[in-house]
């Protein structure tokens, strides 16, 4: 019940908006519209202040985890990580903030790469975008870190003894985020990575918590490190389809299939000039949220099986090309994106479909190319609701789970009948996928760390 209780509460304060239900304050995927008081910058770029860091926190009461289960050994004790907790603070928007920040790094610090992959807390209580990258992130050895931006009334009535005193607001997201950036880049005592340098430093973030990055660009063109260079080196928004700014540090955009079914996918080209160093990757088959390695789904409260992609293996490309691009300068390849006709007629689809049912176009992987299921979007909930008794989900109601779900796709499997037409036999099937697998981590869609994962999928479908 603890490892679900965060999301059980942030239910109470968010209806569905990606990863959850929309945050109150947002409808959809899109980002969220100017704030009401929106943080008045300064015109020229300026040293930004540094947030204050209290020591690392042990109470009292429990942590708020902000990180739903991962798999047994390929979690955070496999990787030999640590999870630190400090309360950070400062003026944002002309008012006083006291936030909290989770740092998930090496325990041995020697292992730590040098790389920091900071995110703004989804407002659902989970650190998505370590949630997505986990595996990559610590077989690199990158530190993750969560930075409180959302309403914190779900911690305080988690443990008000040790959260009591935070207090935030949405208008002093962009302030907070440049503060707490530069303190992780500076050497003072209180720095929450205990010392260690930081060679890059990127913002992440998926639906909601892509809208707050998209709400910190304009600050991040004028709160600057001492020596007014750029406090992020990087940035990556994912689960977003809108038209991103243009910013003078590399970007990559990762819209999922989701947002391209519902015509929601950004028309902003990719670009290679300084100020506009930008990609759009899209992987057919991914959908807005990893149904894969969320226990909520079980059973399944949705209409159709909910998808089983792998989200967490195509994400991580994106963010080792980003990473590859501001630490050594690497441009990544240009990819095709998922073809959206709009076209409803003949396929029922906004997008361009194959003959399975598939979408056409976008970042290719083998659950596509050499395929055994037909990806849907959106899924639905089911009618009536299927039993669940986790909290997360049995809690929302019919309309509530019908808006979850929506978020989610769905496959249906092949008939055994038709994939041997396609494919032969089984063997003849891991095989062809082993040699996509291969070509595709060749052209650097694929990463090596998931190969097994992979053709161990592709070992489980029977014919």
């Known amino acids: 019940m603890r490892a679900v209780l965060p999301l059980l509460l942030a239910a109470g304060t968010v209806t569905l908006a990606a990863q959850m239900p929309p945050v109150v304050r947002q409808r959809g995927p899109a980002p969220p519209p100017a704030m009401q008081g929106s943080p008045m910058l300064p015109a020229d770029p300026v040293a930004a202040p540094l947030a204050a860091a209290s020591a690392a926190v042990s109470g009292p009461g429990e942590l708020f985890p902000s990180l739903m289960p991962l798999p047994r050994g390929d979690d955070l004790a496999h990787f030999r990580y640590e999870t630190r907790e400090y309360f950070v603070s400062g003026t944002a928007n002309g008012r006083p903030y006291r936030t909290r920040m989770v740092v998930r790094m090496p325990a041995d610090a020697t292992r730590f790469s040098g790389v920091v992959l900071a995110e703004s807390m989804h407002p659902s209580g989970n650190a998505w975008m370590f949630h997505f990258t986990h595996t990559y992130t610590m077989t690199s050895g990158h530190a993750g870190v969560e930075i409180l931006t959302s309403d914190p009334m779900p911690f305080v009535e988690f443990n008000p003894a040790r959260y009591g005193e935070i207090r935030v607001a949405p208008d002093q997201a962009p302030e907070i985020l440049?503060?707490?950036?530069?303190?992780?880049?500076?050497?003072?005592?209180?720095?929450?990575?205990?010392?260690?340098?930081?060679?890059?430093?990127?913002?992440?973030?998926?639906?909601?918590?892509?809208?707050?990055?998209?709400?910190?660009?304009?600050a991040h063109t004028v709160l600057r490190l001492a020596d007014l260079k750029p406090i992020y080196d990087g940035f990556l928004p994912t689960s977003n389809g809108t038209n991103i700014r243009q910013v003078d540090v590399p970007m990559i955009q990762v819209p999922t299939t989701t947002e391209a079914a519902r015509g929601v996918v950004p028309t902003r080209q990719d670009g290679d000039a300084p100020g506009d160093q930008f990609r759009v990757y899209e992987f057919p088959g991914m959908p807005h949220l990893d149904s894969r390695h969320v226990a909520a789904f079980q059973p399944n409260p949705c209409k159709h099986p909910v998808t089983l992609f792998p989200m967490g293996a195509y994400m991580s490309v994106a963010l080792h090309h980003l990473v590859e691009w501001v630490d050594k300068g690497i441009a990544p390849p240009r990819a095709d994106r998922i073809l959206v006709?709009?076209?409803?007629?003949?396929?029922?689809?906004?997008?361009?479909?194959?003959?399975?049912?598939?979408?056409?176009?976008?970042?290719?992987s083998p659950y596509v190319d050499v395929p055994a299921v037909s990806y849907g979007f959106p899924n639905v909930g089911a009618v009536p609701p299927t039993p669940n008794t986790v909290p997360w989900v049995a809690l929302r109601g019919e309309t509530g789970i019908d808006q979850l779900c929506r978020n989610l796709g769905y496959e249906i499997a092949m008939a055994?009948?038709?994939?041997?037409?396609?494919?032969?036999?089984?063997?003849?099937?891991?095989?062809?996928?082993?040699?996509?697998?291969?070509?595709?981590?060749?052209?650097?869609?694929?990463?090596?760390?998931y190969r097994e994962l992979i053709l161990a999928d592709a070992e489980k479908v029977r014919f």
């Open 178 to 218: 440049a503060q707490a950036g530069a303190l992780l880049r500076s050497a003072r005592s209180d720095n929450p990575l205990g010392g260690t340098r930081v060679r890059r430093l990127i913002l992440a973030g998926t639906s909601a918590s892509a809208g707050v990055l998209i709400n910190y660009l304009p």
């Open 416 to 449: 055994p009948e038709k994939l041997r037409q396609m494919h032969g036999s089984t063997q003849n099937y891991v095989s062809k996928v082993r040699q996509r697998v291969d070509d595709l981590t060749r052209a650097g869609w694929s990463l090596p760390l």
């Open 341 to 364: 006709d709009r076209n409803t007629f003949e396929a029922g689809s906004l997008m361009a479909l194959d003959e399975h049912g598939n979408p056409r176009g976008g970042i290719r």
